[in-house]
Nanobody
Framework: QVHLAESGGGSVQAGGSLRLSCAAS???????MAWFRQPPGKEREGVAA??????????ADSVKGRFTISRDNSNNTHTLYLQMNSLKPEDTAVYYC??????????????????????WGQGTQVTVSL
């Protein structure tokens, strides 16, 4: 059974950094994993994705150059990371880790369609203040 658990959220001032982690148990290392976020009163949106089987990463335009997604598959519990630098107040949101149920083509992994991701974490709050 796949289980995703995020950690690392918190409050930070604009310009600061945070690193989110997502521990994935019972999951294959080569499938697509992604970070989504849901700002207050808005829809959930894709932030970054990594398709390890195809060695590709994808980023939303709003976070390119500031966020870095990475994945550690060196142990039985794979861990997904999101390093967030130069944070802005508009980055304030609940951040979710998500994983596909199988292989996804790069166009789907980086397309961030909610239906392509079968597994979701519970979310972690990130608040960026001026």
């Amino acid at each position: 059974q796949v289980h995703l658990a995020e950690s690392g959220g918190g409050s930070v001032q604009a310009g600061g950094s945070l690193r989110l982690s997502c521990a994935a148990s019972g999951y294959a290392s080569s499938y697509c994993m992604a970070w989504f976020r849901q700002p207050p009163g808005k829809e959930r949106e894709g932030v970054a994705a990594i398709n390890t089987g195809y060695r590709r990463t994808f980023y939303a335009d709003s976070v390119k150059g500031r966020f870095t997604i990475s994945r550690d598959n060196s142990n039985n519990t794979h861990t997904l990371y999101l390093q967030m630098n130069s944070l802005k107040p508009e980055d304030t949101a609940v951040y979710y880790c998500a994983a596909s149920a199988g292989y996804l083509a790069n166009s789907y992994c980086g397309g961030w369609r909610l239906g392509d991701f079968a597994y979701w974490g519970q979310g972690t709050q990130v608040t960026v203040s001026l």
